[in-house]
C-alpha cells in the first residue's frame, strides 16, 4: 500500500488547520454562507436533511487496517456508530457536526486519509477494480496508475476548477468490476502484441440526468503517455465545456455534441502540444509501482484439506463459498467479498464494530488489505483456504456472512430522501422490501447474477441507469414514485437500462421486482442471466407481467 | 397551517422557530396561518440570524390526528429522522411522533423548491 511522505503530510496538516480556522470564522460570522459553503464542500463536507455529512476518501478503495480503525473511530466518536459505503469506494459519516469537523479531519489526517476533492468541480476519487493485486485476471496492477493518478489530480492547479465533476475509472482485467464505461474517463490496461504495455481510453461515459456509454477515443496509448494524454483530454474539456449549464456541463455531454472522433482529433492536436514533459518519469513509476509489491505468499497446495472439510459439514458455510469466494491468482488463496447488504440492513451502511472485525481479520489473515467496492461491499483480497473457517467465522460473529454477492439482495442504493437534500424519494427502504422478498437464499441462488440498482433522483449516485433493473426515485406532485428500468449493465458489457413503463408508487416497487424476477425465470432459456433474458427476449414479457399486475 | 424551519449552524440539527428561538421538536414550533404575516415576518427575522441557522424557509402543514404536521414527505423525514433506522428526533416517542408518522399528505417541500431554484 503507498505511504505518505512528508510533504504529504504536511499539507494535509495545512488544509486541516485552515480549515480549522474558516469553521472559526465561519462561526464567529466572519463568513457568510454563500462564503463558506465552497468551503466546506472542499473538504468534503454538506448539508444534508438531518445534519452535516462528511465525505471521506478512499483512494481507489483501498484501506488497511488502521485506516478502517479510525473510520469505525470516528463513527462511534462523532457519529452515531456507523459509515455508509458509496458508489465511488469512498465513506461518508451522515451525522457530522460542523463544530466536530476540524477535529475529525485531523484524526483522518494521523491515518493519511482526508474528504479533499470528494466533492466540486475537480477529479474525484478514482475508481479501481477491487481485486487489484489479487486476481489472475490483470494485466497489471491498476492500483499502481490510479495511485499515479491520485498523486497528479491533487490539488492540480490547472483542474481544480473544471467546468463539472470527474471521474477517472482504472481497470486491468476483462471482467469490469469499476463500471469503466460509465465514468467521464475509463482507462482499460491492454497488452501489445508486441507485450507492450498501454491503455484503451475511453471518454464519455456517465450516468446521471443524461445517460451514456463511453467512447473509446484511443485503442492503445502506451502507458508511458497516460499523463500528457489525460492533460490533453481535460484540456479540451476544460476550453469547451459548457460552465453556462450544469446540467450540460459533463464531458459526456461535450463528447456527445462534437462526436467522438472530432473529440478524438481535438485531444490528439492538444496532446502533440502538450508533449512528453508531463509524463511520468520510469523511476518515479517504479517508486509507486514499489508500494504495491507483490504481498508475500506463500507456497500452498490448491486445495485445503481444513476448507474442503469445512464445505462438507456446514452448508452455510458452502453457501458463503458459492458466493463470495473469488479465484486467487495464487493457489491455496482466496478472494473474499464481505457483503455490506444483509437483509433488512441499510446497503453500504457497516457499523464501527463490523469495521473494526474486519480490520482485525485483514490484519490476522489477510496481509492488512481491504478494499471497497463501487458496489458498496468490502474485500479481504488475499485470505489462505486453509483459514476461511475462521474468517467466516468471525465474519458471521460480527453479522457480515451474508452470501449474496451478486445476487438479487445485493443492491446498490443511494442514501436517498433519508439523509439526503438532493433526493425526491427513498431508495434505502425499497431496497430494504425487496431485498425482504428474496430473503430466503435458495430463491436468491436460484435467480443467480441480477444487479438492482436504486437512485433516489437523477443524479443517479445509486447507478440505477446501469442496474439490470434499475429503480429511479421521483416526485410525482410530492409523492414518491419510481421508474423502472431493464437491461442495464454497468460491467464490460455496459448499457443503459430500458424503461419499463410508467412509474410505480413506492409500495408496488418491491412486487414488482417480483414479477420481473418470475417472469425471467419463466422466460429464462439454459444458464442465461437475467441480463441475458431480458437482451434476447426485449422488454415486452416483463412489461406486460407488471402492468398486468399493477393494474 | 404554516411552520418556520431550518437546520442549526453548529451541528445542521432541524429546528424550528418558536417565539424568537429555535428549538427542536416540530411539536413545539409557532403555527402561522397560511394568511398570516407572522409567518413571512418570522422568515424575514431568521434570515438576519447566519450566525445561528442556514437557509430558514416556511412549510406547508397539514391535520394528523388532531394535531398538525408537514404536508411533505422530505419535511416529515426533516423533523423525524431517517425511516431505515431509528434515528434522530423519532427516537423521543409519544403522541406528537405517531402523528407525524401517521400523518398523510403530499407536496413538494418548499424547502425542495427553493433547492432547485438555487441550482
Not at chain 2, 407572522?38 to 424575514?44: C, I, R
Request: glycine fraction near 8%; charged fraction near 25%; hydrophobic fraction near 40%.
Amino acid at each position: 500500500m503507498y505511504r505518505y511522505d512528508t510533504i504529504d503530510r504536511e499539507m494535509l496538516a495545512d488544509r486541516s488547520a485552515e480549515f480549522r480556522e474558516q469553521v472559526g470564522r465561519r462561526l464567529a460570522g466572519d463568513l457568510t454562507e454563500d462564503q463558506f459553503k465552497p468551503l466546506r464542500l472542499m473538504n468534503g463536507l454538506y448539508l444534508q436533511l438531518h445534519a452535516y455529512m462528511l465525505r471521506v476518501a478512499i483512494p481507489y478503495g483501498s484501506l488497511n487496517p488502521t485506516q478502517l480503525r479510525k473510520l469505525a473511530w470516528i463513527g462511534r466518536t462523532y457519529d452515531k456508530g456507523y459509515g455508509h459505503f458509496t458508489t465511488r469506494q469512498n465513506l461518508q459519516f451522515h451525522w457530522i457536526k460542523l463544530a466536530d469537523t476540524p477535529d475529525i479531519l485531523d484524526h483522518l489526517a494521523s491515518v493519511d486519509m482526508h474528504a479533499i476533492q470528494t466533492s466540486g468541480n475537480c477529479i474525484r476519487n478514482i475508481t479501481a477494480d477491487p481485486y487489484a493485486g489479487a486476481t489472475s485476471e490483470e494485466i497489471d496492477d491498476p492500483r499502481v496508475w490510479a495511485e499515479a493518478m491520485r498523486q497528479w489530480s491533487s490539488l492540480h492547479p490547472e483542474f481544480s476548477f473544471l467546468p463539472r465533476k470527474f471521474k477517472i475509472a482504472i481497470t486491468a482485467a476483462p471482467k469490469d468490476r469499476t463500471a469503466a464505461k460509465v465514468h467521464d474517463i475509463g482507462l482499460v490496461v491492454r497488452r501489445a502484441r508486441d507485450g507492450q504495455m498501454g491503455f484503451e481510453v475511453i471518454v464519455g461515459g456517465g450516468m446521471g440526468r443524461t445517460p451514456y456509454i463511453g467512447s473509446t477515443i484511443r485503442e492503445f496509448l502506451p502507458a508511458n503517455r497516460l499523463f500528457s494524454y489525460l492533460e490533453a483530454i481535460l484540456r479540451v474539456y476544460n476550453r469547451h465545456g459548457r460552465r453556462d449549464n450544469s446540467y450540460k456541463a459533463r464531458i459526456k455531454i461535450l463528447v456527445a455534441a462534437l462526436g467522438a472522433e472530432e473529440f478524438a482529433r481535438q485531444v490528439e492536436a492538444e496532446w502533440e502540444k502538450v508533449g512528453a514533459s508531463v509524463d511520468l518519469p520510469d523511476t518515479e513509476l517504479a517508486r509507486i509501482r514499489g508500494a504495491f509489491a507483490a504481498a508475500d505468499f506463500d507456497v500452498l497446495p490448491a486445495v485445503s484439506e481444513a476448507h474442503e472439510r469445512a464445505k462438507a459439514a456446514d452448508a452455510a458455510y458452502a453457501r458463503f463459498i458459492r458466493n463470495n469466494l473469488k479465484p486467487h491468482k495464487k493457489p491455496g488463496y482466496g478472494i473474499v467479498e464481505i457483503s455490506l447488504k444483509t437483509v433488512g440492513e441499510t446497503p453500504g451502511d457497516a457499523s464501527a464494530a463490523q469495521m473494526d472485525a474486519v480490520a482485525d481479520l485483514a490484519e490476522r489473515y489477510g496481509q492488512d488489505d481491504i478494499r471497497v467496492t463501487h458496489e458498496q461491499n468490502l474485500v479481504l483480497p488475499h485470505v489462505r483456504l486453509d483459514d476461511l473457517p475462521e474468517v467466516y467465522a468471525a465474519l458471521k460473529a460480527a453479522e457480515l456472512a451474508s452470501a449474496n454477492i451478486n445476487l438479487v439482495s445485493d443492491i446498490i442504493a443511494c442514501p436517498g430522501l433519508d439523509y439526503c437534500a438532493l433526493a425526491n424519494a427513498r431508495s434505502i427502504s425499497v431496497a430494504q422490501h425487496i431485498a425482504q422478498k428474496f430473503a430466503d437464499p435458495d430463491r436468491a441462488e436460484k435467480v443467480g447474477e441480477l444487479k438492482i440498482k436504486i437512485s433516489g433522483c437523477i443524479n443517479a449516485c445509486g447507478h440505477h441507469h446501469v442496474g439490470h433493473i434499475g429503480i429511479l426515485g421521483v416526485d410525482k406532485k410530492g409523492e414518491e414514485f419510481y421508474q423502472l428500468t431493464l437491461g442495464g449493465s454497468g460491467a464490460e458489457d455496459a448499457a443503459v437500462g430500458q424503461a419499463l413503463g410508467p412509474a410505480l408508487p413506492y409500495d408496488k416497487v418491491a412486487d414488482a421486482v417480483d414479477t420481473l424476477v418470475e417472469t425471467y425465470l419463466r422466460e429464462r432459456q439454459g444458464a442465461e442471466r437475467f441480463l441475458d433474458t431480458f437482451r434476447r427476449t426485449g422488454v415486452a414479457p416483463f412489461k406486460e407481467a407488471v402492468y398486468a399486475d399493477v393494474h | 397551517m404554516k411552520a418556520l424551519t431550518a437546520n442549526r449552524l453548529t451541528d445542521g440539527e432541524v429546528v424550528f422557530w418558536r417565539q424568537g428561538q429555535w428549538v427542536e421538536r416540530f411539536a413545539e414550533a409557532d403555527l402561522f396561518a397560511d394568511d398570516d404575516p407572522a409567518g413571512e415576518a418570522a422568515e424575514g427575522h431568521a434570515k438576519n440570524q447566519p450566525k445561528v441557522v442556514v437557509e430558514p424557509y416556511l412549510i406547508d402543514l397539514v391535520e394528523s390526528e388532531g394535531l398538525w404536521a408537514p404536508l411533505s414527505y422530505r419535511e416529515r423525514i426533516r423533523a423525524l429522522g431517517p425511516t431505515n433506522l431509528n434515528h434522530g428526533k423519532q427516537t423521543e416517542g409519544g403522541a406528537a411522533i405517531a402523528a407525524l408518522k401517521h400523518a398523510h399528505g403530499a407536496s413538494r417541500s418548499t424547502g425542495r423548491v427553493d433547492l432547485i431554484k438555487r441550482k
